[in-house]
C-alpha cells in the first residue's frame, strides 16, 4: 500500500515547505510498507526505465534505418509494361524485314560472284602469259647452248663472207641476249604478280 502524500498547498498556520504533520491517532492508524513491498516497487522502477531505454534505442534504430525511406522508394519505383504479340504478327514483321534485306544481299552475292569470276580469268591469263615466257627462255637457253657450241669448235677459216655472216650472227645473238634478260626480269616480275602469297 503506498503511502499519502504530503500536500504542496500551506495549511493554515503552517509555514510554506514544513511537512504536513498528521495527527497523532491517524499516524498510528496509517499501515507502514514492507520491506519485499519496496523491493518490488524498486524492480518495478527498474524494469520501467530499462524498457523506456530499449524503447528509445529502438525508436533511434528505427530513425537510422528509415531515414533513406524516400529516396529509396523513388529508385525502387518501377513500372513494368507487358507486351503481348501475336505468331502472325512476328511472322510478318519477320518477312517484312527478309524483303528488305533480301535485295541487298543478293546484289553483294552477285558482285563478289563477278569478282571471284574476274579473279579466276585474270589468274588464268597470268598462267598461260607464264607458260608463253617459260616456253620462250627454254628456246632462249637452247640458242645460247648452240652458242656456246659453236663457240667451242675449231675456228673457221677466214673467209671473208662466212666473217660476215658469223658477225651478223654474233649480233643477232647479243640482240637475243639482251632481249633473253629482259624477258626474264619480265617473267619474274609476272611469277610474283601470279603468287603474291609465295
Do not use: W
Not at 511537512?19 to 518490488?40: E, N, R, T, V, W
Not at 658469223?166 to 649480233?171: G, I, P, Q
Not at 640482240?175 to 624477258?183: G, P, R, S, V
Amino acid at each position: 500500500m503506498l503511502m499519502p502524500r504530503a500536500s504542496s498547498y500551506s495549511q493554515p498556520g503552517m509555514a510554506p515547505g514544513q511537512p504536513q504533520q498528521y495527527d497523532a491517532p491517524y499516524a498510528q492508524m496509517m499501515p507502514q510498507p514492507s520491506h519485499h513491498l519496496i523491493l518490488s516497487l524498486q524492480s518495478c522502477v527498474s524494469s520501467t526505465a530499462s524498457c523506456v531505454q530499449t524503447m528509445n534505442e529502438a525508436i533511434y534504430n528505427l530513425n537510422y534505418a528509415i531515414q533513406d525511406h524516400p529516396r529509396l522508394v523513388t529508385v525502387l519505383k518501377s513500372q513494368r509494361h507487358f507486351d503481348l504479340v501475336s505468331g502472325r504478327d512476328i511472322e510478318q514483321a519477320r518477312e517484312h524485314i527478309a524483303s528488305e534485306v533480301r535485295p541487298h544481299i543478293d546484289e553483294l552475292c552477285r558482285r563478289a560472284a563477278a569478282e571471284i569470276s574476274r579473279e579466276d580469268r585474270r589468274a588464268v591469263a597470268l598462267r598461260n602469259r607464264h607458260e608463253a615466257l617459260q616456253q620462250r627462255l627454254q628456246n632462249l637457253r637452247s640458242i645460247d647452248k648452240h652458242q656456246s657450241k659453236l663457240q667451242e669448235a675449231p675456228p673457221a677459216p677466214t673467209d671473208p663472207a662466212v666473217q660476215a655472216q658469223l658477225d651478223n650472227l654474233n649480233a643477232t645473238l647479243a640482240a637475243l641476249k639482251h632481249k633473253k634478260l629482259a624477258l626474264l626480269a619480265k617473267a619474274d616480275a609476272l611469277e610474283a604478280e601470279a603468287n603474291p602469297h609465295s
